[in-house]
């Protein structure tokens, strides 16, 4: 069975970078596609970003395009989420989420993703 677990959230103030780490378990890390999700309470899950299994394919929200960045290392079975230049907004609980796909998919809607993390905090103080 297929495990993702979180880790790196913490409070920062605005303007502090951080880096989310989301390690995968109980399968072949390669066939997966891997996206990162947040929720900030009273909101919807809002998609973040995602890297396909080729490692050079990966996509950006608008809203923390040129803030952050993913990317994976498939030695190691994680995914990570720099955070950089972080606002208030970015308040929220992140997952990281992992689908089964081809090579050159980007996932970007929650339902397409087959396994979830427990998420970490991130609170950015103003």
């Known amino acids: 069975q297929v495990q993702l677990v979180e880790s790196g959230g913490r409070l920062v103030q605005a303007g502090d970078s951080l880096r989310l780490s989301c390690t995968f378990s109980?399968?072949?890390?390669?066939?997966?596609?891997m996206g990162w999700f947040r929720q900030a309470p009273g909101k919807e899950r809002e998609f973040v970003g995602a890297v396909a299994r080729r490692v050079d394919v990966t996509w950006l929200e608008d809203s923390v395009k040129g803030r952050f960045t993913i990317s994976r290392d498939d030695a190691k079975n994680t995914v990570y989420l720099q955070m950089n230049s972080l606002k208030y907004d970015d308040t929220a609980v992140y997952y990281c989420?992992?689908?089964?796909?081809?090579?050159?998919?980007?996932?970007?809607?929650?339902?397409?993703?087959?396994?979830w993390g427990q998420g970490t905090q991130v609170t950015v103080s103003s």
């Open positions: 989420a992992a689908d089964r796909t081809g090579p050159w998919s980007i996932p970007r809607f929650a339902h397409e993703y087959d396994y």
């Open positions: 109980g399968g072949n890390f390669y066939n997966y596609a």
